[in-house]
């Protein structure tokens, strides 16, 4: 079961903040965030797992509630260099191993 | 540590072919995934390697499969390529947790 994210789409102006939400239907075991930019392959940002506590990755970070089985991420004064495409990848408790991917948001941070 | 490889980078092949695809994972990362990437789908799993054993599948046709070697290079194969077999081929590898992807294999069927 692939993980829902929202919104499809967030433009910014350089120094403006941005929250990425990612929810499963099933219990998580970890979440993923990865970011891609045109014509490149997805980039590692960070892994929260159950249990664990927030990270950050520069001035981006994500929660993660076990509860509702859902993560965001936080874009905290945007820079130019964070447009793109973030992806949330999830891990259920029940499916070892098993990376699925979100539908993406794109992100545009304009001057 | 050089990063994940995928050759060929660029495939054109026309329906009914087959096609094979490489991937080398970063030195010392056991484990290889493959993702189909395509505009209308996203990214979607089609298999995990680990240790050359398969650990996982996706909800893809039997025309595609995979293997992975005792060096933990990894192939995936399509057979009898169809139009909507056209995309980006992902193969991430990972030691724990995170996926570090290749560069991809855009792959066109005409």
């Known amino acids: 079961q692939q993980p829902v994210q929202s919104p499809q789409a967030v433009i910014l102006r350089e120094g403006e903040d941005a929250v990425i939400n990612c929810s499963s239907s099933?219990?998580?075991?970890?979440v993923h965030w990865y970011r891609q930019k045109h014509g490149e392959a997805p980039v590692f940002l960070m892994i929260?797992?159950?249990?664990?506590e927030q990270k950050g990755h520069e001035k981006i970070s994500a929660s993660f509630n076990e509860k509702k089985q859902q993560s965001s991420l936080y874009l905290t004064a945007s820079q130019l260099s964070y447009s793109g495409t973030y992806f949330c990848?999830?891990?259920?408790?029940?499916?070892?191993?098993?990376?699925?991917f979100g539908a993406g948001t794109q992100v545009v941070v304009t001057p | 540590k050089a990063g994940v490889t995928q050759t060929p980078r660029y495939l054109i092949k026309t329906r009914g072919q087959q096609v094979t695809l490489s991937c080398s994972p970063i030195?010392?990362?056991?484990?290889v995934s493959w993702y189909q990437q395509t505009p209308g789908q996203g990214l979607q799993f089609l298999f995990e390697?680990?240790?050359?054993?398969?650990?996982n599948k996706g909800n893809f046709p039997g025309r595609f499969s995979g293997r992975q070697f005792s060096n933990s290079r990894s192939e995936m194969n399509v057979s009898t390529l169809e139009l909507g077999d056209s995309a980006l081929y992902l193969c991430?590898?990972?030691?724990?947790?995170?996926?570090?992807f290749g560069p991809g294999t855009r792959l066109t069927v005409l």
């Open positions: 991430a590898s990972r030691p724990m947790g995170g996926r570090f």
């Open positions: 099933k219990a998580l075991y970890s």
């Open positions: 390697y680990f240790s050359e054993t398969q650990r």
């Open positions: 929260l797992l159950k249990g664990g």
């Open positions: 030195s010392g990362h056991r484990s």
């Open positions: 990848g999830t891990v259920t408790t029940d499916s070892w191993g098993k990376l699925q």
